[in-house]
């Protein structure tokens, strides 16, 4: 369960990024974070990492109330996908990118090294255990990217944009891979073809604040709102096709 | 900015060797550390004059070369970065050690140019080991090879990023690069003037880069220490032939003297 309350974020030089940001997610929903660039969707993902700490309100995470000596607690229960899978592929092999955030966790090396097994195999990237994590595709790249997050097991998961990069076929297959991931997942995303085949719901934001929020069917076709909050319609609904 | 996709292609070239299936290749990481130490120290420690001794430990890198499969050219083409700091520190030899030291079919060779080619060939000796070291073991494989003889976790983390991050650096300049040419198609370079600008940027991204990675390492539970795996221990095996070839080379440069090796080769 995720609880945000009245939560306010600024950037050092003092700009407000969020404003009295609330909402609340259940276990085991696929909620969506949408809005236009700079809505404050990747800066809401990093204050619910405690990357960046609000200055007034409060995030709540599975009855974790976040504060700088909690931190560590809270990042053992959620996952975040960064945008770009090069920022969160820094070792010298997949193996041990996927195994750095158990290790931190202090788990032995025989159980870090079954669960990275299961994992891949999940993932179906089983050939990619002991490749350098630079040479990989983009597709490759977000998924060694989303292992390196499941094998912590984390409660919850952010997406920031987790299509990115990515070719129609990865896409697809992300999509699919995020349908059969059953945990709380919170995705920040531009991709409202995405959102709407993957999310319950979804949140709006619009200048630092929630917009709207609402069932992911209704608010994102729903034309006039979409609009009003500097989007559009999701390409499947512009064209009447199914989703891409 | 050639010379930086250049450079880039080279680190790229060696590391390729790197996944061949030699005995070279297969051995244990840090027993060929092990090895590749012994040989700077021994070839370090021959006097400058000794010129001929040298030349024999000239044959360890070539029958590596051979058992690992690795091509001269790559070794070569890095081996040239180092060179000219040797040349220039050795180069005042040449005027300053005028006595001649011996005479090669009437020409006489002066003690500076055998002092002279002695710190080239040292120095060519030395990197060609290395190189060797980097063309045969798999980063991953090095860094747990420094991890398995106790080197600080700090410095194999900066290793292990600059090694990491070399790349996504150089392939962030030369997209700065290409965009550049692209709005400025009749230059053939970066303008000095606009170099500032542009190294100035390159270092933003690079900053905004670094940080995002820590975030990323910060939200999977880093707090300044990376942990590795239990370190692999090099074993009975891999001590035996560190003690054999250590305990060959050593008597080599015991027991053969420069003016020996000088016979041999004579002869």
Not at chain 2, 15 to 24: A, G, R, S
Not at chain 2, 29 to 55: H, N, Q
Not at chain 2, 77 to 98: K, T, Y
């Amino acid at each position: 369960m995720i609880n945000i309350e009245n939560v306010n974020v600024s950037y050092l030089e003092g700009r407000a990024a969020l404003k009295q940001i609330s909402f609340r997610v259940s276990d085991g929903e696929t909620v969506g974070i949408i809005g236009s660039n700079g809505a404050g969707k990747s800066t809401l993902l990093k204050a619910m990492m405690g990357i960046l700490l609000p200055s007034e309100g409060c995030i709540e995470i599975n009855g974790i109330r976040m504060s700088k000596s909690n931190i560590r607690k809270i990042r053992e229960n959620v996952g975040v996908v960064f945008q770009n899978p090069e920022d969160q592929l820094f070792m010298s092999d997949v193996y041990d990118d996927i195994a750095f955030g158990p290790r931190n966790m202090g788990m032995e090396e025989a159980e870090i090294k079954n669960k990275i097994a299961d994992t891949l195999k999940a993932l179906g990237i089983e050939k990619l255990i002991h490749q350098n994590s630079s040479r990989l595709s983009g597709g490759e790249q977000r998924l060694a990217a989303i292992a390196t997050v499941m094998v912590m097991e984390p409660k919850v998961v952010l997406f920031d944009e987790p299509t990115s990069f990515l070719d129609p076929k990865a896409r697809r297959k992300l999509i699919e891979l995020l349908k059969a991931y059953s945990v709380t997942k919170l995705i920040a995303t531009h991709d409202l073809d995405m959102a709407l085949e993957l999310c319950d719901r979804v949140i709006i934001l619009k200048d630092g604040r929630v917009f709207t929020e609402g069932s992911a069917k209704e608010l994102l076709s729903d034309q006039v709102m979409m609009e009003a909050s500097d989007l559009e319609l999701p390409f499947c609904l512009q064209q009447n096709k199914s989703p891409i | 900015m050639a010379s930086i996709q250049k450079s880039f292609q080279q680190i790229a070239a060696l590391e390729e060797l790197t996944h061949k299936h030699t005995p070279l290749h297969r051995m244990n990481a840090a027993v060929k550390l092990m090895i590749t130490f012994i040989y700077i120290i021994i070839v370090v420690s021959f006097r400058p004059m000794e010129l001929d001794g040298l030349l024999f430990f000239a044959c360890f890198p070539v029958f590596l070369m051979i058992i690992g499969e690795i091509p001269l050219k790559p070794l070569m083409l890095r081996c040239m970065i180092a060179l000219p700091f040797a040349l220039f520190a050795g180069i005042s030899n040449l005027f300053l050690d005028r006595t001649v030291y011996t005479l090669v079919e009437g020409v006489p060779i002066t003690g500076g140019m055998v002092t002279f080619s002695s710190l080239l060939l040292k120095t060519v000796l030395t990197v060609m080991a290395v190189l060797l070291y980097m063309a045969t073991t798999k980063m991953n494989d090095m860094i747990y090879a420094l991890h398995s003889i106790h080197v600080p976790s700090l410095i194999m983390i900066q290793m292990m990023m600059t090694y990491r991050y070399i790349g996504v650096l150089m392939d962030e300049a030369m997209r700065m690069h290409h965009a550049y040419l692209l709005r400025a198609p009749k230059e053939k370079g970066i303008k000095l003037k606009d170099m500032g600008t542009f190294l100035g940027q390159l270092i933003l991204r690079s900053i905004d880069r670094a940080e995002r990675i820590y975030h990323a390492m910060q939200c999977r539970g880093f707090e300044g220490r990376i942990h590795y795996s239990a370190k692999k221990p090099i074993g009975a095996g891999g001590w035996l032939v560190i003690f054999m070839i250590g305990f060959l080379m050593i008597m080599v440069r015991v027991l053969l003297p420069g003016e020996m090796i000088g016979r041999i080769f004579i002869r």
